[in-house]
Nanobody, 122 residues
Framework: QVQLVESGGGSVQAGGSLRLSCAAS????????MAWFRQAPGQERDWVADIASNGIPRYADSVKGRFTISRDNAKNTLYLQMNSLKPEDTATYYCAARLWWCSMRYSDYTYWGQGTQVTVSS
């Protein structure tokens, strides 16, 4: 049974940092595309970053240079290091998995975590 469990969200002031984790079970993240999406109230779910099975990461322009996606294959865990956080980063963050190439469309992802809330105050 595939399961994704996020953790690490919280409340920080602008300029602060958080690291999100996504523990996976039931499949191997190193053989999959793993992604982070976020959704603010009343907004669509937006792609933030992904990392392909070959290890190549991609980032949305809004987070490039501030966020880093990584994975630990031994722990079967995905991470998102978020630095220089801004109030506009406030959202529920979701990890997602896809057993094919990466995509920026949330509808292409099969497996989802329950989400973790990130709140950035000014």
């Amino acid at each position: 049974q595939v399961q994704l469990v996020e953790s690490g969200g919280g409340s920080v002031q602008a300029g602060g940092s958080l690291r999100l984790s996504c523990a996976a079970s039931g499949f191997t993240i190193g053989s999959s595309c793993m992604a982070w999406f976020r959704q603010a109230p009343g907004q669509e779910r937006d792609w933030v970053a992904d990392i392909a099975s070959n290890g190549i990461p991609r980032y949305a322009d809004s987070v490039k240079g501030r966020f880093t996606i990584s994975r630990d294959n031994a722990k079967n865990t995905l991470y998102l290091q978020m630095n220089s956080l801004k109030p506009e980063d406030t959202a529920t963050y979701y990890c997602a998995a896809r057993l094919w190439w990466c995509s920026m469309r949330y509808s292409d992802y099969t497996y989802w975590g329950q989400g973790t809330q990130v709140t950035v105050s000014s």
